[in-house]
T-cell receptor
Framework: EPEVTQTPSHQVTQMGQEVILRCVPI?????FYWYRQILGQKVEFLVSFYNNEISEKSEIFDDQFSVERPDGSNFTLKIRSTKLEDSAMYFCASIPTSGGNEQFFGPGTRLTVL | KQEVTQIPAALSVPEGENLVLNCSFTDSAIYNLQWFRQDPGKGLTSLLL?????REQTSGRLNASLDKSSGRSTLYIAASQPGDSATYLCAGVPSSGGYNKLIFGAGTRLAVHP
């Protein structure tokens, strides 16, 4: 069964460093998402991406964040200069079309900023 | 702003009990709704999707319903088992537009003991 994959599973970085989190969505899906979950808190929407551009972003998704689909399979989230408060689990998700479809989530990347 | 409340926050039951988990939205205009399961430190597993034209969905021992007039959803788990122990998250796509971003509740942490 197709699934969303994410790498790495765990990333440890120093404050101020850049990190890139990688996702491979399900192959025929067209809409892509990043969410995050700070330990003990709700899952929060960060950004949605369609047709090679951001379609919606939350207040959390400031200038330090960017997303890219560099090729036909990968979908990346970059944090330019990490802060302690960026420590969280980051989930990628995808759906085939916009019509009320089930979102499939990857296993997540745990980001720890020291 | 759409907020999602899940009640109860935690539940501990003996094996075999039938359970009801509740979810409510401050804005009842929900396009579709998903229930997820999350094991500690893990990703999100989609359990059920209720699309805009539906009122309920069933999968095995799970049944979810959505009352769009009140913005309330219920997840019913029949004959609970220790393997059902996890956190259950409710998430909805607001009807007010957006590219299918999900708004999550904080979850119900379920423990089923033998």
């Amino acid at each position: 069964e197709p699934e969303v994959t994410q790498t790495p599973s765990h990333q440890v970085t120093q404050m101020g460093q850049e990190v890139i989190l990688r996702c491979v969505p399900i192959s025929n899906h067209l809409y892509f998402y990043w969410y995050r979950q700070i330990l003990g808190q709700k899952v929060e929407f960060l950004v949605s991406f369609y047709n090679n551009e951001i379609s919606e972003k939350s207040e959390i998704f400031d200038d330090q964040f960017s997303v890219e689909r560099p090729d036909g399979s990968n979908f990346t989230l970059k944090i330019r200069s990490t802060k302690l408060e960026d420590s969280a689990m980051y989930f990628c998700a995808s759906i085939p079309t916009s019509g009320g479809n089930e979102q499939f989530f990857g296993p997540g990347t745990r980001l720890t900023v020291l | 702003k759409q907020e999602v409340t899940q009640i109860p926050a935690a539940l501990s039951v003996p094996e075999g009990e039938n359970l009801v988990l509740n979810c409510s939205f401050t804005d009842s205009a929900i396009y579709n709704l998903q229930w997820f399961r999350q094991d500690p430190g893990k990703g999100l597993t989609s359990l059920l999707l209720i699309q805009s034209s539906q009122r309920e969905q069933t999968s095995g021992r799970l049944n979810a319903s959505l009352d769009k007039s009140s913005g309330r959803s219920t997840l019913y788990i029949a004959a609970s088992q220790p393997g059902d122990s996890a956190t259950y998250l409710c998430a909805g796509v607001p009807s007010s537009g957006g590219y299918n971003k999900l708004i999550f509740g904080a979850g119900t942490r379920l423990a089923v003991h033998p």
